[in-house]
Structure formats: structure tokens, C-alpha cells
């Protein structure tokens, strides 16, 4: 090889390692924070949605931040607005089964 292509090839490994990003070890755990997340970028809705997808799958209770300081009249309020309203949100918006057919309890 001449030494024109061994300068040439030093150039670019110096300018690929250059490049290259050095980003700090940021675990999982604090990953899926929410401080960490909202800080990042995301919205509050999916920092709680993060959360109680981690709560569901460690086992803990998957009680949302907003349903824990509210009193049982208005938790039951909300439990039945959403009987009423599919659309409405409820403790279980994640977990529910979706069938590709329609069905009586789809109403």
C-alpha cells in the first residue's frame, strides 16, 4: 500500500472515532423514571403511562398518579362515566382485549 491510502485511511479512522457520540451509562431503571422522561422531552401522559406499565409488570399496584387523590364519590363518578363512554379512559386503558370481530360486548 503507498502511503498516500495508509494516510488516507488514518484521516478517516481519526475522523470516524471523532464522530462517534459519547453518552453517559444511564440505566434502565433510571431511564423509566419520570422525571428523567418528562426532562427529556415527553409529555406528563406518557411518563405516567410509562409508569404504570413498570408498576403492572413488577407487580405493584397500578394506580395512576391522578386516580390516588381523589375521594371514592368522584372514583365513582369516573367508573361510571367510562361505563357509559367507551372512549373514556379507565384503570384498565392498557390492559383490555382487542378482538378483530365485533361482539355485543364491544357496545
Not at 21 to 39: G, H, K, L, R
Not at 70 to 87: E, I, M, Q, S
Amino acid at each position: 500500500m503507498g502511503a498516500m491510502k495508509k494516510n488516507l485511511l488514518l484521516a478517516l479512522a481519526l475522523f470516524t472515532f471523532t464522530c462517534i457520540q459519547s453518552n453517559a451509562a444511564v440505566t434502565v431503571e433510571q431511564m423509566t423514571e419520570p422525571d428523567y422522561i418528562i426532562n427529556n422531552g415527553y409529555s406528563e401522559a406518557t411518563a405516567e403511562e410509562v409508569m404504570l406499565i413498570k408498576n403492572r409488570v413488577n407487580g405493584k399496584p397500578a394506580e395512576t398518579a391522578s386516580l390516588k387523590h381523589r375521594n371514592k364519590f368522584v372514583r365513582f363518578c369516573r367508573n361510571v362515566y367510562g361505563y357509559l363512554d367507551p372512549a373514556q379512559d379507565t384503570d384498565e386503558r392498557i390492559h383490555h382485549d382487542i378482538h378483530q370481530s365485533p361482539n355485543y360486548k364491544d357496545l
